[in-house]
Every structure is written in C-alpha cells, then in structure tokens.
C-alpha cells in the first residue's frame, strides 16, 4: 500500500467518523462542531488532490459561512445547552436499514459499470482558468451553480435568523 492510499484512508476514516458523531451527539453545540471537522476534513481531501482553490472554497463557504452560522444560531437560542430528544428506536432501525440499503446499491453500481480511467489530458486548474469558468455562460460554464452557493448561504442566513429570534417559551 503506498502512502498515498494511507493518506486517503486516513483522510476518509477522519470525515466519516466526524459526520458520524455529528449524527450521534446529543448535544446541538456538540454536533456543530462535529461537522465542522467533518467539512473541514473534505477540505483536506480537496488538498490532498492538489484542488487548491476548490479547497479554499470548502473552507470558505461550508466552513466559514455554514457551520459559523449554525453556531450563532445554538448561541442565540434560548436552549442552546440542553441535549435533544431521545431518538425513537423505529426511526434508528429504519435509518440503519436506509444507509445498508445505500452502500448496498452503491458496491452494486460500482460492480456493475466499474470505473476504469479514460485517457484525458490534464486539467488546467489555476485560478485565472476556474475564473473565468465560473462567470462564463457557455457550456461549460459555471455561472447557475455560484448562483446557487450564493442561495444556499442566503437561507442559512435566514434559517439563522429565524432561529434566534423565536420567542422564550412562558412558564405557566
């Protein structure tokens, strides 16, 4: 095994036992931070395959606009530091079934097509050229999803927002 693959496998078992335990936590805050390592973890893989500036990205807009975000929001809310429900044991058992169906029909996916090289020349992948793509219209322009990244932040703003300004539950 090269070091490589030892890098990747790292890499990998660090992401997914960080979006793991961000699922698992019972702490709101707790989870935050999981995931925030989770994405943080992408980001490393994005550096790992030499994608500087998609990396860069990650950091910036999943990292630093998203998971801030969520983190403000626990802040401001009246019960930031209280654990969450109890899960209900039908829906433990049908979301383990869901994801064993999901690496289920994905190793199958695999095994059917495979995946095997196709002999294209290297991608140019400096900044001037990701630029220049993303405002371009044409075909391979990337224009419809920066639009969206920019939606995707605005309703994480939003949600934010509207869960820092519910009201404190009377006591009766």
């Known amino acids: 095994m090269s070091a490589s693959a ?12 960080a979006g793991l335990l961000a699922v698992a936590s019972r702490k709101i805050f707790r989870s ?17 395959l030499q994608m500087e500036f998609i990396a860069a990205v990650q950091i910036v807009v999943y990292v630093g606009g998203i998971v801030v975000l969520i983190i403000f929001s626990i802040f401001l809310t009246q019960q930031s530091g209280k654990d969450l429900p109890a899960p209900v044991r039908s829906r433990a058992i049908f979301s383990v ?30 900044v001037g050229n990701i630029g220049a793509q993303m405002l ?37």
């Open 6 to 17: 030892v890098v990747f496998y790292i890499l990998s078992f660090f992401i997914l036992a």
């Open 97 to 126: 079934l869901a994801a064993g169906a999901g690496f289920m029909l994905t190793w199958l996916m695999i095994r059917r097509y495979g995946f095997h090289p196709v002999g294209q020349g290297t991608i140019d992948a400096s």
């Open 32 to 48: 935050a931070i999981w995931l925030l390592f989770s994405l943080t973890g992408i980001a490393g893989l994005y550096f790992w």
């Open 136 to 172: 371009s219209t044409s075909e391979h322009g990337y224009v419809l999803p920066f639009e969206v990244i920019s939606i995707l932040l605005l309703a994480a703003m939003i949600g934010c927002i509207v869960i820092a300004i519910k009201t404190k539950p009377e006591d009766k």
